[in-house]
């Protein structure tokens, strides 16, 4: 069985940083893209960033140039630093791994955190 743990969210003014944290346990053979979701009240659940297992990364428009994603592929562990956090940024924060093996062979699958909540005070 795979788990996603999160750690990290809380509340911070305006203009101030978060930095979270993602670990995947368990019986793991590969992952492909780990990421981070978000969701507003009342929104969908929507993409703030993923990076692949070779380091490509992708950013919501949104938060282009203040969140940077990183990951060790070593300890199946994703990051997601916030600078210059908005009010919008407020929501829970998910954390995704795409594309899970836990085999060479096995049927991939995805998984996903229980949500960290993320709260930006104006």
């Known amino acids: 069985q795979v788990q996603l743990v999160e750690s990290g969210g809380g509340l911070v003014q305006a203009g101030g940083s978060l930095r979270l944290s993602c670990a995947a346990s368990g019986s793991i053979f590969s992952i492909n893209a780990m990421g981070w979701y978000r969701q507003a009240p009342g929104k969908q659940r929507e993409l703030v960033a993923n990076v692949t297992r070779g380091g490509s990364t992708t950013y919501a428009d949104s938060v282009k140039g203040r969140f940077t994603i990183s990951r060790d592929n070593a300890k199946n562990t994703v990051f997601l630093q916030m600078n210059s956090l908005k009010s919008e940024d407020t929501g829970v924060y998910y954390c995704?791994?795409?594309?899970?093996?836990?085999?060479?062979?096995?049927?991939?699958?995805?998984?996903w955190g229980q949500g960290t909540q993320v709260t930006v005070s104006s």
């Open positions: 995704n791994a795409d594309q899970v093996r836990i085999r060479s062979f096995s049927s991939p699958r995805e998984y």
